[in-house]
């Protein structure tokens, strides 16, 4: 009987001090953006990205256009006999010279297209990441992960919100 007792007893404690269901945690709701995706595929970005490859293209150009000069210039050196004539040796260093003016614009122009790039990516994803907020705070996600591509292992296609970020910002960022 009073084994009885005792565990009448400990029924009741546990029912008086456990938590009322309401009480307990909330389930977390985590969700996922694929951000490069995003910054890809939104009007800005696709805008962004086709000044971008005009002014590569444009640059491009002027370097094929020094390039071909500096080979046609190489040709006709590369037929002189003699190399130790002092007009000759003059033309030899006047194309050495050239050829590293071409090699500092090549790096500086690759820099500062790479500089632009990441100025342009830097305005979207801030403008990105306002409306992520808005989404976790209206959707009461409790965490909203950012991904790359091959990175994520495997996750239930209805915790991607890269689509909704992407509708959501071309909407308010034509």
Same mark, same amino acid.
């Given at each position: 009987?009073?084994?009885?007792?005792?565990?009448? =007893?400990?029924?009741?404690?546990?029912?008086?001090?456990?938590?009322?269901?309401?009480?307990?945690?909330?389930?977390?709701?985590?969700?996922?953006?694929?951000?490069?995706? =995003?910054?890809?595929?939104?009007?800005?970005?696709?805008?962004?990205?086709?000044?971008?490859?005009?002014?590569?293209?444009?640059?491009? =150009?002027?370097?094929? +256009?020094?390039?071909?000069?500096?080979?046609?210039?190489?040709?006709?050196?590369?037929?002189?006999?003699?190399?130790?004539?002092?007009?000759?040796?003059?033309?030899?260093?006047?194309?050495? +010279?050239?050829?590293?003016?071409?090699?500092?614009?090549?790096?500086?122009?690759?820099?500062?297209?790479? +500089?632009?790039? =990441?100025?342009?990516?830097?305005?979207?994803?801030?403008?990105?990441?306002?409306?992520?907020?808005?989404?976790? +705070?209206?959707?009461?996600?409790?965490?909203?992960?950012?991904?790359?591509?091959?990175?994520?292992?495997?996750?239930?296609?209805?915790?991607?919100?890269?689509?909704?970020?992407?509708?959501?910002?071309?909407?308010?960022?034509?």
């Amino acid at each position: 009987m009073s084994t009885l007792r005792f565990a009448l =007893a400990a029924l009741v404690a546990a029912a008086t001090f456990a938590p009322a269901p309401e009480a307990r945690a909330e389930d977390p709701v985590i969700g996922y953006v694929n951000i490069q995706r =995003a910054i890809m595929e939104v009007e800005e970005g696709k805008r962004a990205r086709a000044a971008l490859e005009k002014t590569f293209e444009k640059k491009q =150009a002027d370097l094929r +256009k020094r390039e071909e000069e500096l080979k046609s210039m190489k040709d006709s050196l590369d037929r002189e006999t003699n190399k130790n004539d002092p007009a000759v040796r003059a033309r030899i260093i006047e194309f050495e +010279k050239k050829y590293k003016e071409l090699q500092e614009i090549f790096v500086g122009e690759s820099q500062s297209l790479q +500089k632009q790039q =990441a100025e342009e990516v830097a305005k979207i994803q801030d403008k990105m990441r306002k409306i992520i907020t808005e989404i976790g +705070k209206s959707g009461k996600y409790t965490i909203i992960l950012e991904v790359q591509e091959n990175r994520l292992l495997y996750a239930k296609p209805h915790l991607d919100l890269t689509n909704e970020v992407i509708r959501k910002y071309n909407g308010r960022h034509k």
